[in-house]
């Protein structure tokens, strides 16, 4: 035997191939080393283990649907490997159960490539110096995980008894992060359906949507069942500017010295109209006026409206808002074209 190839060895069913050493030497099925190929393989060289020795890791963080785990996704990388598979080896570790079996910490992608790919063996390196946190931080910090996947690993750590700011530690991530996924545990109803449906998969726009529903159940509600809408940063933006617009008026809370720009006039300057006179009584709603006016305009060939809570810049201007993106911008009256007067 040519003593500068690597030895396989297989013993109780499993393979062992050891790499060579920096000195060359083999080990040979002969010496007591092949007895326990796996205590004497050299530190940080993997050795070859049979793929039906493997098992997953029943708690991998990453479920069915993660897209990592796409069959597209796997075959990919099975074309991407040579003939003795992937060049990064497997970390395992003991199967505490069954001995002579082991339990994947890290390459749960590479292990089902190798058998997509026909592979007998995979190398690894054999670590039982795990525990669950390992595979998080390695797929958090790559962005491997869904936002679901995150929250549902931050919920079995806080049943376990850990703080968030602990669990922000173990994975190197903000407290803010653990929050906002751990929202994603107990969402209202109506947002818990757009966001298992996968109309929105983006934590910070969950949590503006729960927000706003907080404030406005019966308003938000109504608005994501409209399954038309898109439920992104922006629209969530507009709903929930609109929303505290509609708030602040009908609470009294705009600004006194805003100009109307219908009537031209400050919210003080029209109270003054109405000072001294003899009745104060409320009128009963005249159903020919609007309660609040949305003018909406087009400016560029972009639908926007007025903002009308905003003081303009100068006579002849105003501020402005696009519909498509919520941007705020001032332009002259006369660069706009009337589209049409609502009631909000």
Known sequence: MNATQPTIVKKKGRLSG?????????????????????????????????????????????????????????????????????KSPLSLRDHPDVPGRYIVNHGARRYRACGVKGLAQAPAIIDNDHNEDDQVIENVQREDMTPREIAAYIDRKMKKGFKKKQIADLIGKSPSFITQHAALLDLPE??????????????????????????NPKEVGAWLEDENQEVTRGEVKLLREFLDDKRANEQGDRDPDTVDLVSGKTDNEAGNDVQGKES?????????????????????GRPARLILTRRPPA????????????????????DVKLVALLEG
Do not use: C
């Not at 649907?65 to 598979?85: D, K, M, T």
């Not at 966001?195 to 729960?210: P, Q």
């Open 280 to 300: 104060k009584q409320e009128k009963e709603v005249d159903p020919e006026k609007l309660k609040k006016a949305i003018i909406q305009v087009e400016h560029d």
């Open 315 to 334: 006579e002849g201007y105003a501020w402005m808002k696009y519909e498509d993106d919520g941007a705020e911008f001032e332009a002259s009256l006369t």
């Open 190 to 215: 109506p947002i818990a359906k757009v966001f298992n449906s996968g109309r929105a998969n983006d934590v910070t726009v969950v949590s503006e949507l729960v927000t706003a529903y907080k404030k």
């Open 18 to 86: 050891l790499l060579d050493d920096a000195a060359g030497d083999a080990l040979s099925p002969s010496t007591p080393a092949a007895a326990d190929q796996q205590a004497l393989a050299p530190a940080g060289k993997p050795i070859m283990i049979d793929l039906d020795l493997i098992d997953e890791d029943p708690e991998q963080p990453r479920t069915a649907e993660n897209p990592g785990f796409a069959p597209e996704s796997i075959a990919e990388l099975a074309a991407s490997f040579g003939p003795n598979g992937p």
